[in-house]
């Protein structure tokens, strides 16, 4: 399978690029997409809701009154779920909602992701580039020559770039991610997908791993 292969102005480089038939040549499958998805989703919640039980309670533990001889039931501690200002009996606590997917099925995942994207021509190779400075002029500049001002796009970079970080953390539209970092949410998040020529090998040794 091959791509073509882009500068940062837009234009056809007339280099191509082979993409690894035995990952990329397969059949999608949405429904480890779903699982891979459904888990990133959860692990983003967080259980907030707690309440004290009688051991969390700090109270003295002096007998509240005399146990025998009053003509009542005994009451021996202030922590009684029973009483004003005691524990919560059966109370909720912080919720884990991890949800654990094998590796394998997290690595199909993406691949049909890459897929979808490559399906639908929302893949897009682009040269090697660098900013000398950080500046969101640049990165408006680069959407404009791809003409994807109104979709939300993502850049995938063999490694850390703090100019191309900085010039693009102001946009809502345009995010900035290595290829070791790519998780099946963000790719299909991205309407466009561009990636720099030197993240494919890197991004197939990832996808290649068993």
């Known amino acids: 399978m091959e791509l073509k292969v882009y500068n940062i102005k837009g234009k056809d480089t007339g280099k191509k690029v082979n993409l690894n038939e035995e990952l990329f040549g397969i059949e999608p499958n949405d429904h480890a997409i779903y699982l891979d998805v459904k888990q990133h989703m959860a692990g983003l919640r967080s259980g907030t809701s707690q309440t004290k039980q009688r051991g969390e309670i700090i109270a003295s533990t002096k007998k ?10 005994r009451a021996g501690s202030a922590k009684s779920p029973t009483r004003k200002g005691g524990g919560r009996a059966f109370g909720p606590n912080p919720r884990d909602y991890d949800q654990k997917v094998n590796k394998k099925v997290k690595k199909l995942a993406r691949i049909s992701a890459f897929i979808h994207k490559i399906k639908t021509d929302n893949l897009i190779i682009v040269e090697d580039f660098d900013f000398e400075q950080p ?3 640049q990165i408006l500049d680069l959407k404009k020559n791809f003409k994807i001002d109104d979709k939300k796009s993502l850049l995938v970079l063999p490694n850390e770039n703090n100019n191309l970080y900085l010039s693009s953390r102001n946009l809502k539209d345009f995010d900035v991610l290595t290829a070791s970092s790519l998780n099946t949410y963000e790719i299909l998040r991205a309407q466009k997908l561009l990636v720099f020529e030197s993240s494919l090998e890197i991004l197939e040794n990832n996808l290649s791993k068993s």
């Open 135 to 137: 500046k969101t002029k």
């Open 64 to 73: 509240l009154k005399r146990q025998k001889g009053t003509g009542g039931a």
